[in-house]
C-alpha cells in the first residue's frame, strides 16, 4: 500500500525504525506528512536485541522528545505489550477500533512488528464499520487494528548505504561496500567500541574508520599476493557479519 494511503486511513501511525541505526532509518519526509495529517504517532525502534542497554537509554531520551519512543525487539518477543499501552494511550481512542498503520524502509521489521504484536489475538477481518470498504485489517485485540499492509518508504538515490546496513542489498551487490562498511565502523566505534575490537580481535586505536578497516582486514588475514590488505575483502567480511546481527551496538 502507498505511505500516503496509509497515512490517510490509520488513526495512528508507527514509524518503525532499526534501533541500530535511528536517525538514518527515520524519514523526515514521512515525518512531515504524518504531522501534516496530524495524527498521532510513536517511533518503533526495532532490533534491539541487537543494541546495548546504554545505547538504548541514550537513544530514547533524544527521540522521546521528538515523539513517543517504544524499543522493542520482535525476535526476542520484548516490548510487544508496552507498544500495546503506548498505542492506545497516545491514540487517545474511546469506544471504537483504533486504525494502526505501520511505516518504514524495508526490512526495518514493519510485518514482523504487526504480527508481535497482534500475537495470539491475530486474526484477519476485512471491512468493520464506518471504514473503508476492503481494508483488509489485522485484530490484534483490544481494539487495536493494523492496516494488513505497511505502508514501505523508497529509497533515495544516495540511500545505498541504508540498504547495506538494513540487509536490503548484500555485501557483494553494494557499489561502495567500502563506503558502507566504514559507516559500520564509524557507529561501532561511537557506541560500542570494546564489542568490535572483542569480535575481530583487535585493538583499535585510530580514529580514522578506514585504518580501522585495514587494521580488521590485516587481523583477518585478508591479504593480496603483495601483502597489503584487501579491503574490500574485509568491507564484505564486516556487511555480512552486521547483516547476520552478529555485532551488537
Ligand atoms: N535481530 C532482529 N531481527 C529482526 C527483528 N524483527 C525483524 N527482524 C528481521 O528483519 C528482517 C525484516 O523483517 P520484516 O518484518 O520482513 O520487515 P519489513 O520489510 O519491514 O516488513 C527479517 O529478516 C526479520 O527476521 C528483531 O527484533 N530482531
Ligand atoms: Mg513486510
Known amino acids: 500500500m502507498m505511505l500516503k494511503e496509509v497515512i490517510k486511513k490509520a488513526d495512528i501511525l508507527l514509524e518503525v525504525v532499526d534501533a541500530r541505526f535511528p536517525d538514518e532509518t527515520r524519514n523526515s519526509e514521512v515525518e512531515r506528512d504524518i504531522a501534516r495529517s496530524k495524527k498521532p504517532f510513536i517511533i518503533v525502534l526495532n532490533k ?4 546495548s542497554k546504554e ?4 537513544t530514547r531520551s533524544r527521540l522521546s522528545q521528538i515523539a513517543p519512543t517504544v524499543f522493542v525487539s520482535i525476535k526476542d518477543r520484548f516490548g510487544t505489550t508496552m507498544l500495546r499501552h503506548k498505542i492506545l494511550e497516545t491514540a487517545g481512542i474511546k469506544g471504537r477500533d483504533i486504525l494502526v498503520g505501520s511505516l518504514g524502509y524495508p526490512n526495518t521489521g514493519k510485518s514482523s512488528v504487526i504480527n508481535g504484536v497482534a500475537g ?13 470498504k476492503g481494508l483488509q485489517l489485522v485484530n490484534a485485540g ?9 505502508g514501505v518508504i523508497p529509497f533515495g538515490e544516495n540511500d545505498e548505504y541504508i540498504q547495506g546496513i ?5 555485501a557483494t551487490h553494494l557499489q561502495d561496500p567500502i563506503g558502507v562498511a566504514m559507516k559500520i565502523i564509524e557507529k561501532m566505534c561511537a557506541e560500542n567500541k570494546p564489542a568490535l575490537e572483542s569480535f575481530y ?15 580488521i582486514g590485516r587481523q583477518s588475514n585478508f591479504l593480496r599476493k603483495k601483502g597489503e590488505v584487501d579491503e574490500t575483502r574485509a568491507a564484505i567480511k564486516i556487511i555480512n557479519d552486521w547483516q547476520k546481527g552478529l555485532l551488537m551496538i
Do not use: N, W
Not at 483490544?142 to 494488513?148: E, G, Q, V, Y
Not at 580481535?201 to 587494521?215: F, G, K, M, N, P
Open 142 to 150: 483490544s481494539r487495536i487494528m493494523f492496516i494488513d499492509t505497511p
Open 55 to 58: 545505547t538504548i537509554e541514550k
Open 48 to 51: 534491539c536485541d541487537l543494541v
Open 201 to 215: 580481535h583487535v585493538t583499535i586505536e585510530a580514529q580514522d574508520s578506514y585504518d580501522t578497516l585495514i587494521l
Open 166 to 170: 538494513l540487509a536490503v542489498k548484500d
Open 120 to 132: 495470539k489475538h491475530k486474526a484477519s477481518t476485512s471491512p468493520i464499520s464506518g471504514h473503508t
